[in-house]
């Protein structure tokens, strides 16, 4: 069984900094492409970032470009998101989500929707003063 076990949201302020990790499990985690999401009640589910399956190629949606980065580490079947100059926009839950095909993916996931691959139960982050 696949699971995805999204940690390290919580408070912070403007400007701050926070960094996210998913634990996959369940699956071969090295053969995987990976996506981060975000939701909030008014924006809806928007794409964040696409992680190919050894990490040499990550893509991110551009509002975010520059502040957030992605890894992952295969050896630990773990992925991370590192956010800095956080945004009150920036609140969210954040996801992190498997693409079910093996070695393929998309490089840009501003089309998928909630019934596209594996989710995690996400991650709270709020951004205020």
């Known amino acids: 069984e696949v699971q995805l076990v999204e940690s390290g949201g919580g408070l912070v302020q403007p400007g701050g900094s926070l960094r996210l990790s998913c634990a996959a499990s369940g699956f071969t985690f090295s053969t995987h492409w990976m996506y981060w999401f975000r939701q909030t009640p008014g924006k809806g589910l928007e794409w964040i970032s696409s992680?190919?399956?050894?990490?040499?190629?990550?893509y991110y949606e551009p509002s975010v470009e520059g502040r957030f980065f992605v890894s992952r580490d295969n050896a630990k079947a773990t992925i991370y998101l590192q956010m800095n100059s956080l945004k009150p926009n920036d609140t969210a839950v954040y996801y992190c989500?498997?693409?079910?095909?093996?070695?393929?993916?998309?490089?840009?996931?501003?089309?998928?929707?909630?019934?596209?691959?594996?989710w995690g139960r996400g991650t709270q982050v709020t951004v205020s003063s």
């Open positions: 989500v498997r693409d079910p095909r093996p070695w393929v993916g998309y490089p840009n996931g501003k089309l998928l929707t909630r019934a596209f691959g594996d």
């Open positions: 992680l190919s399956y050894n990490g040499g190629s990550e």
